[in-house]
């Protein structure tokens, strides 16, 4: 989205970026961190 934008030659910041995506209905989706698996409680 970014490189479109600023191909067009218009500056694009994160601020800019969130709007344009509320204003397009799109949502950010980053994946998921990893997770540790739960050991038992030993106490």
Do not use: C
Request: hydrophobic share 35%; charged share 25%.
């Amino acid at each position: 989205m970014a490189s479109m934008v600023t191909a067009k030659g218009r500056p694009l910041g994160r601020w800019l970026a969130g709007k344009l995506r509320a204003e397009m209905g799109l949502v950010s989706r980053q994946p998921s961190r990893h997770k540790y698996p739960r050991g038992t409680p030993t106490h």
